[in-house]
């Protein structure tokens, strides 16, 4: 088999953690398997240089911190290979440039463009494991560019695609997807498998086992992958395209995120346009907007909405700002604004074929005694803005409900 | 001008230490020079890193190690172009592959073949300072090669001659090339000029100002450089092709070498080809040897010499080892060796027309009642040996006669 295998920074946090990484790509190869490894930075290192690049200007010109942040992966990918030399296993490191990686030209968050596996299939042939730095590429002009946040990742399944591989394999510090966070739900347990669509719900609703555009670009060439542990040999979670038997299952995980704020605008005046300009206003500042909800008011006077939305919390001090800017002009009323709330959801491509989920779980909150605030559905998820304080009891009860 | 400045990893230490290599650099752009700069890994990094692959494997990958070393000069040019840009000023990193250095394949010590300086051209024309990573370059095939001990300094001095600069500073940490060692000797003074070949007997000799092979490099391609400290604006020493000046001045530093041991081969036979075993088993023993001296040997029985050499301390236990396994089978007698020994070397190309130096300084030895153990002689300079203990004394009164 040819194997893509990605570990991260804390897989290589040290040499003890990257001897460990050697020793299971050891036993791949014993097996008969073909490996390219992906790694990341040490945990730490990028932390680190960013510090010291703020330590000289508070606002370092991006194409030098892709210079300068490229040296982390290129650090581990020399001593993953030296530490399977250390095994008697031929390997060669390359750089994401080496390594064919080519990217746009924006610095910090390039796209992947095209990769040219040449110098990979090369050194397969050769009989060599092949470890290739994640997170990092090259334009076509030779300029080195990073590709942000979750980069490693989408290296790792990029490369999967365009190697052709049988399986790529994302080795993180937990087992696997579960249908909720264990430390917030007890009783959760792993999945055996999750639809690439289910997967990117739960990234986009605060589960961080991987970030959406790697499992976006998975979904889009079909790269089945596996996220498994790099401590245990344990199986993992397979993500891959749904399947019909996938539609057995209504709900396949619940996820509760605590990282949104609740704005809510009173007495929106009910015109054609207003909400429009609100929210360029709010995009124009660089909010992101998540679930949006319009009450019709009935107070007297002139026609007017209650308008409520959630944003990320960070970004609530900078949505007050534009608000406060825009509001004699639109002419609402109060600005109501809340840190302490709780999104919770239940994500599962069953729910297309089930009738009355959307029922089940607003009555087992209301057994809870847990209000809810706002209400958001796409066809695979149902997310409810809760209360902070009753947010976690709410996940633990939803879960009992649909997968006790 | 078009000038190229190197500062080497004290230089370049801490983010403090970069914004003040910036702050130079930003001078030399205020009086309308336009600007290359090379910098090393910021000292300590590169010894950080050899020891995490060390960590996992006594004997690293050489190919591995110049993948893993090439990350700490990539590191501070791109810290140093973010220092450039705090002050305003525009500036670009670049590798050592991005600015066209072009090495062969023998890793951890390549050589440069070749530089295609275009992109530097291009940049330079842009308005832009350039950062070069010292000691570092890239194969045809696109391979990291690293140029080994000293390699910033070749880096610099190479594209100097490949652009055609103007000037070519060495900044470091002393203020030039002094007369000699300023803290074995009080009275040392610095030199306003040097000739290529006296600087190569001085770093040949042990002074530590700069590596032989960069020295080499200048002299090959009438590279004018100078070295001068970058924490101060005194001007250095220029090192340059000898002029007739230059000779007027008999001796132009003196240098005293505290890293031989001695070695004497006691009543080796007097036949053909003795030596040439003796020098063969030890150099093919990776054991580099510096003078010789042979001695007609007046004892009775067959015809036998004494044969003395020097050769590096570490080196020592090899070379005794080498002699232990030689003795029986070429018949010599005891084995004498001692580290307590000094060369003391004074060097000039002023002794190409000036008679009576070796006289003067053995005169002056004789004088401070210091033993001269070995004798050997070149062109442009005398060295002896003499015993550990008198030689500080004897540097300092060896200066005083000539450079006094």
Known sequence: MLIVQKYGGSS??????????????????????????????????????????????????????????????????????????????????????QAGIVTDGVHTKARIQNIT????????????????????????????????????DLTAIALAAAIKADLCQICTDVDGVYTADPRLVPDAK????????????????????????SVEFAKKFGVVFEVRSSLNDHPGTIVKEETK??????VRGVSLDKNQAKVTLVGVPDK????????KAIGDAGVNVDMIVQNISHGSGAPATDLSFTVDKPDLPRAQKTLDALKPDIGFGRILATEKIGKLSIVGVGMKSHTGVAGRMFDTLAREGVNIDMISTSEIKISVVVDLGKAEQAMRAVHAAFLG
């Not at 290589?12 to 791949?28: E, F, L, P, W, Y």
């Not at 038997?245 to 209504?250: K, L, P, Y």
């Not at 054609?272 to 929210?279: D, L």
């Open 12 to 97: 290589v946090a040290n040499t003890d953690r990257i001897k460990h990484v050697a020793s299971r790509v050891a036993q791949c190869r014993a097996r008969g398997d073909r490996v390219v490894v992906v790694v990341s930075a040490m945990s730490g290192v990028t932390d680190n240089l960013i510090k010291l690049a703020r330590e000289i200007m508070p606002l370092p010109n991006e194409r030098e911190m892709d210079m300068l942040l490229a040296t982390g992966e290129q650090t581990t990918i020399a001593l993953t290979a030296i530490a399977l030399h250390s095994l008697g296993i031929p390997a060669v490191s390359l750089t994401g440039a």
């Open 117 to 152: 596996p040449r110098k990979i299939h090369e050194l397969l042939n050769q009989g060599q494991v092949v470890i290739v730095a994640g997170f990092q590429g090259q334009t076509r002009e030779g300029q080195v560019t990073t590709l942000g946040r979750g980069g490693s």
């Open 272 to 279: 054609p346009g207003v909400a429009a300009r609100i929210f």
């Open 190 to 213: 792993k999945l055996e498998e999750i639809s690439y669509d289910e997967m990117l719900e739960l990234a986009s609703l605060g589960a961080k086992v991987m970030q959406s555009r």
């Open 245 to 250: 038997n996938m539609e057995a299952v209504v």
